[in-house]
């Protein structure tokens, strides 16, 4: 009963509707059309998308959430900035654990798991990372080919809580990963995770862990150099 009651207190309606303004803002502030530092204000998201300011601000609660907007102390909320300390914290921690998990993946991993790692790479290095209707910013495929190619790397390690890190981080980063890719065009990833998949392949977890920590350095590095 107590489920019933709390599944009526928010109508069909107006959670489809959410779930519309949700999706809608989070893939806006993916593409960058919602610039680093700026304003998200409910009343003009609310004109843009015809809904209420409730169904707006469940949607805003939804993306602070997943840490792609702050809700600001009589401010509102806002898209992070650059500058956000959280950033390089969250790098750090990823640079701290995922080395680690990575060589104990190269040294537990079975054939099955080196399989699964050249499928991995393969579906990454085929898939478009930008289209012309996305803009500067990659496509959400190949944001997932590319989540799917470094968790596969870990996998071997075999230890569930240490993956279950690994998604939480990496969910956390998603937004900084993209304006690092923006903000360093020149960079080049392709050969980047080539020469991971090469190293973790040929079981030399020294050099696969420190290829994987200056991954991680340069993606953090876009974000804080000029």
């Not at 809580?161 to 900084?176: K, Q, V």
């Amino acid at each position: 009963m107590t489920q019933t009651a709390h599944s009526s207190s928010t109508p069909p309606g107006k959670q489809m509707l959410s779930e519309q303004v949700y999706a809608h803002l989070r893939d806006a502030i993916m593409r960058g059309d919602h610039a680093p530092g700026t304003p998200l204000k409910p009343q003009d998201l609310a004109r843009e998308q015809g809904v209420s300011l409730a169904v707006v601000r469940e949607a805003l609660v939804r993306v602070v959430g997943e840490g792609l907007a702050d809700r600001l102390p009589n401010r509102g909320f806002a898209v992070p900035s650059f500058s956000d300390r959280r950033w390089q914290e969250i790098t750090e921690a990823r640079r701290t654990i995922e080395p680690v998990v990575l060589r104990m993946s190269v040294e537990r991993g079975d054939i099955d798991w080196e399989a699964r790692v050249r499928a991995a790479h393969h579906r990454l290095a085929r898939t478009p990372a930008y289209a012309p209707e996305g803009g500067e910013y990659y496509t959400d495929a190949w944001a997932e080919a590319h989540r799917a190619f470094h968790r596969t790397l870990l996998e071997g390690c075999g230890n569930r809580a240490l993956l279950e890190t690994f998604d939480r981080l990496w969910t956390a980063s998603e937004l900084a990963r993209r304006w690092s890719a923006h903000r360093n065009p020149g960079r080049d990833g392709a050969a980047e995770h080539r020469r991971l998949e090469e190293v973790v392949l040929a079981r030399d977890a020294d050099t696969a862990a420190a290829v994987l920590a200056q991954h991680l350095t340069l993606t953090a590095a876009a974000l804080t150099d000029a």
